[in-house]
C-alpha cells in the first residue's frame, strides 16, 4: 500500500460503467518549490522590507464585488481559488494576478449568410449575453474567452440556420435562439462561461425573394377575398329566398312590405316619387279581359 503526503480534496462512491459501485479518493495537488522559486521568493521578501512602508501600495490589491482575482506565484496558480471581492495580499516580482468581470455582457453577432435547408440564402444577426461562470477555467484553460466566444457564436449560428427551412426561420425565431443557446452552453462550459440568453435581431432576404413572396401573399389574399365574396352572396341569397317563401304564404306581408317601400322613398327628399303597382290589380285586369274573350 502507498500513501500520499497530498491532502484530500473529495471522497465518496460513484457508479461504474458496469452498474457496480466504487470508493474514490481525490487529492489536491501539491507543487513543491524548487531552489530558484525559494531564492526568487526570499529576495522578494527582503526588497518588501526594505522599501517599506511604500511597498505596500504594490502588495495591498482591491477588486469590486462583480471581480474575481486570479492570482500566480512564479507561473503556478496559488491555492484557494479566486479572490474577492475585497482586499488580497500579493508578494510583488513573485506574484502576478488577473481580473476577471463576473457581470453579463452582451455582444452582437455580426450578420451571417447562410444557406437554408431548403437551398434559400438568407442574412441572420443575433445578440449573445454571457457571464463568466468560473473566473478560473476563464484564465487557465481559454487564451481570451471574449473573442472565443464571439467567433463561437458566428459558427453556430451558421449551422443552425443550415438545418432550418425559410419558414421555420421566418415564423420561429425563438426555437432558433434557444437551440443556439443550449449549443453555445455546452461548448464553452468548458471554459467557465455560461450563456445566458440569445436573440435574433433580423432575417435580410433577397430582394427577388423578397417581391415573389409579396406577389404569393397578395395572390393568396385575393383568392380568399373572392372565397368570402361568393359565401356571402350565397347566404345573402338563400335568405332572400327563404324571406320570399315567406312573403308568398301571406299575401298581407308583401302589401306591407310595399307600404315599407313607400316610407323609405318618402323619407328622401326626391323630387319624384314611384308608386308600386299591386299585383292583385294586374291579376284582376288579367282576368277580365279572359272573360271577354271568352264570351
Given at each position: 500500500?502507498?500513501?500520499?503526503?497530498?491532502?484530500?480534496?473529495?471522497?465518496?462512491?460513484?457508479?461504474?460503467?458496469?452498474?457496480?459501485?466504487?470508493?474514490?479518493?481525490?487529492?489536491?495537488?501539491?507543487?513543491?518549490?524548487?531552489?530558484?522559486?525559494?531564492i526568487?521568493?526570499?529576495?522578494?521578501?527582503?526588497?518588501?522590507?526594505?522599501?517599506?512602508?511604500?511597498?505596500?501600495?504594490?502588495?495591498?490589491?482591491?477588486?469590486?464585488?462583480?471581480?474575481?482575482?486570479?492570482?500566480?506565484?512564479?507561473?503556478?496558480?496559488?491555492?484557494?481559488?479566486?479572490?474577492?471581492?475585497?482586499?488580497?495580499?500579493?508578494?510583488?516580482?513573485?506574484?502576478?494576478?488577473?481580473?476577471?468581470?463576473?457581470?453579463?455582457?452582451?455582444?452582437?453577432?455580426?450578420?451571417?449568410?447562410?444557406?437554408?435547408?431548403?437551398?434559400?440564402?438568407?442574412?441572420?444577426?443575433?445578440?449573445?449575453?454571457?457571464?463568466?461562470?468560473?473566473p478560473?477555467?476563464?484564465?487557465?484553460?481559454?487564451?481570451?474567452?471574449?473573442?472565443?466566444?464571439?467567433?463561437?457564436?458566428?459558427?453556430?449560428?451558421?449551422?443552425?440556420?443550415?438545418?432550418?427551412?425559410?419558414a421555420?426561420?421566418?415564423?420561429?425565431?425563438?426555437?432558433?435562439?434557444?437551440?443556439?443557446?443550449?449549443?453555445?452552453d455546452?461548448?464553452?462550459?468548458?471554459w467557465?462561461?455560461?450563456?445566458?440568453?440569445?436573440?435574433?435581431?433580423?432575417?435580410?432576404?433577397?430582394?427577388?425573394?423578397?417581391?415573389?413572396?409579396?406577389?404569393?401573399?397578395?395572390?393568396?389574399?385575393?383568392?380568399?377575398?373572392?372565397?368570402?365574396?361568393?359565401?356571402?352572396?350565397?347566404?345573402?341569397s338563400?335568405?332572400?329566398?327563404?324571406?320570399?317563401?315567406?312573403?308568398?304564404?301571406?299575401?298581407?306581408?308583401?302589401?306591407?312590405?310595399?307600404?315599407?317601400?313607400?316610407?323609405?322613398?318618402?323619407?328622401?327628399?326626391?323630387?319624384?316619387?314611384?308608386?308600386?303597382?299591386?299585383?292583385?290589380?294586374?291579376?284582376?285586369?288579367?282576368?277580365?279581359?279572359?272573360?271577354?274573350?271568352?264570351?
Amino acid at each position: 500500500m502507498v500513501f500520499s503526503k497530498e491532502k484530500p480534496l473529495d471522497a465518496g462512491m460513484k457508479r461504474t460503467e458496469s452498474g457496480g459501485l466504487e470508493c474514490y479518493l481525490e487529492y489536491e495537488k501539491s507543487f513543491t518549490m524548487g531552489c530558484v522559486e525559494y531564492i526568487a521568493t526570499f529576495g522578494s521578501v527582503i526588497l518588501l522590507i526594505m522599501t517599506f512602508p511604500f511597498s505596500l501600495f504594490w502588495c495591498f490589491k482591491v477588486v469590486q464585488e462583480y471581480e474575481r482575482a486570479v492570482i500566480f506565484r512564479l507561473g503556478r496558480l496559488r491555492t484557494g481559488g479566486a479572490r474577492g471581492p475585497g482586499i488580497f495580499f500579493i508578494v510583488p516580482c513573485v506574484d502576478s494576478y488577473c481580473k476577471v468581470d463576473l457581470r453579463t455582457v452582451s455582444f452582437d453577432v455580426p450578420p451571417q449568410e447562410a444557406l437554408t435547408k431548403d437551398s434559400v440564402t438568407v442574412t441572420v444577426d443575433a445578440v449573445v449575453y454571457y457571464r463568466i461562470q468560473d473566473p478560473l477555467n476563464a484564465v487557465i484553460k481559454v487564451a481570451n474567452y471574449s473573442n472565443s466566444t464571439r467567433l463561437l457564436a458566428m459558427t453556430t449560428l451558421r449551422n443552425i440556420l443550415g438545418t432550418r427551412n425559410l419558414a421555420e426561420i421566418l415564423s420561429d425565431r425563438e426555437a432558433i435562439s434557444h437551440a443556439m443557446q443550449t449549443s453555445l452552453d455546452v461548448a464553452t462550459d468548458p471554459w467557465g462561461v455560461k450563456v445566458e440568453r440569445v436573440e435574433i435581431k433580423d432575417v435580410s432576404l433577397p430582394q427577388q425573394l423578397q417581391r415573389a413572396m409579396a406577389t404569393e401573399a397578395e395572390a393568396t389574399r385575393e383568392a380568399r377575398a373572392k372565397v368570402i365574396a361568393a359565401e356571402g352572396e350565397m347566404k345573402a341569397s338563400r335568405a332572400l329566398k327563404e324571406a320570399s317563401d315567406v312573403i308568398n304564404q301571406s299575401p298581407a306581408a308583401l302589401q306591407l312590405r310595399y307600404l315599407q317601400t313607400l316610407n323609405n322613398i318618402s323619407a328622401e327628399k326626391n323630387s319624384t316619387i314611384i308608386f308600386p303597382l299591386p299585383i292583385d290589380i294586374l291579376s284582376y285586369f288579367s282576368n277580365r279581359t279572359n272573360n271577354i274573350q271568352m264570351v
